[in-house]
């Protein structure tokens, strides 16, 4: 039992935490890409002020190249950012990603080839992972399809493209990428826990709704439940029309069945009783609850009073086909139940409604139990 409490709570859990990840990933992926227009769009700029500006100077990037570039990346971000609300699935999202990814790669080839522009190179990078790792955290996968490109531009560029290994922005690489590693496991350490401690939460007020409302032996409604619901139901029918009818149970000869067969016994005997009737409601609407004791209460809204018989009718056979001995019973070998009928009326209270049907099962009991009668 524990085993499979453990299983649920982990089913639950893992639910919860795909949700959150695809809700955070679908609104921060629109954040990182509008963040990546903004970069590309600031290194165009950049390169036409600087020509406004000194039409002499030495244009650092060749125009022909950086400006189709970064027009067509500019137009694709807009793309993206109208279609990236509609991605599903980790692939596509994987796909965008590594698509971004590469084009930054490709800028920081332009920008390295270039002395002039190679101080740019490492904030610009910086710039971008640690954007990514704000945005991307929750999925890793996504976010390493992201920076595997620009580590792999840069790691090339400065280890086999150079005659010399530059000792410096080496470690300042390595420095970046231990604290972008070390920032990715702690934000997403952080995130799971926060997932656990909500999905604990529910799982936590959904048990204690489970006591305020049900009955901690059946399983069914407890008295707090059905005195609520008939209440709501009887205002309900009042105020739209149509019926409402209730069935009150008992369990014939229970007293005896316990000193006989013991109190533990009497308990599975109820639990399963409760079953009888859970199995033999018409709809999900209808509500079976445990009055007190071996008492129980059926609601059946919109159902008239032939309707509550049929019900009646299959709860007598469904107790009967259970066949729970009873040895000291005196309609029979097998437990067996006694019904009483009630359809409300107008200007009923819950209060009378509930008192009339335990008078039909009075009636049903004096005429010999295992029956229902209709009250009156």
Request: aromatic share 10%.
């Amino acid at each position: 039992m524990q085993k499979t409490t453990h299983t649920l709570q982990d089913t639950a859990f893992n639910a919860l935490l795909i949700h959150y990840k695809t809700a955070s990933l679908r609104t921060s992926g629109l954040w990182l890409l509008f963040a990546n227009l903004c970069f590309t769009l600031f290194l165009f700029g950049r390169h036409h002020f600087q020509l406004l500006l000194d039409p002499v100077s030495k244009v650092a990037i060749p125009a022909t190249i950086f400006d189709k570039l970064s027009l067509i990346i500019i137009v694709f971000f807009i793309i993206a950012l109208s279609l990236v609300r509609y991605i599903r699935g980790m692939l596509p999202a994987m796909a965008l990603a590594f698509v971004t990814g590469l084009y930054w790669a490709v800028v920081f080839h332009v920008m390295v080839s270039n002395d002039t522009q190679q101080q740019l190179v490492f904030p610009l990078f910086c710039m971008l992972i640690f954007t990514a790792l704000i945005a991307l955290y929750p999925s890793t996968p996504i976010l390493y399809s992201f920076t595997a490109p620009l580590w792999l531009s840069l790691f090339v560029h400065l280890v086999f493209l150079r005659t010399t290994i530059p000792i410096l922005e080496v470690a300042a690489m390595i420095i970046a990428s231990g604290l972008f590693e070390s920032g990715r496991i702690m934000l997403n350490r952080w995130f799971v826990l926060s997932v656990r401690r909500e999905c604990d939460n529910a799982l936590l007020v959904s048990k204690l709704d489970d006591l305020a409302h049900n009955d901690p032996l059946t399983g069914v409604a407890n008295r707090r439940q059905l005195d609520s619901q008939l209440e709501q139901l009887i205002a309900q029918t009042e105020l739209q029309g149509g019926t409402l009818s209730l069935i009150m149970i008992d369990v014939d000869f229970f007293k005896k069945y316990n000193d006989h067969y013991g109190h533990q016994a009497g308990d599975s005997c109820l639990i399963s009783i409760a079953d009888c009737f859970k199995h033999v409601v018409r709809q999900p609407t209808d509500l079976v609850a445990r009055y007190g004791g071996e008492e129980f209460v059926v609601l059946l809204p919109n159902a008239g009073t032939q309707d509550a018989e049929v019900v009646a009718s299959r709860i007598k056979q469904s107790v009967e086909k259970a066949a729970i001995p009873h040895a000291l019973s005196q309609v029979s070998q097998t437990v067996t139940v006694s019904q009483g009928i009630m359809q409300w009326a107008p200007g009923m209270t819950s209060l009378e409604l509930l008192k009339r049907a335990d008078s039909a099962l009075y009636q049903a009991k004096h005429a010999g139990r295992n029956g229902y009668c209709v009250g009156e």
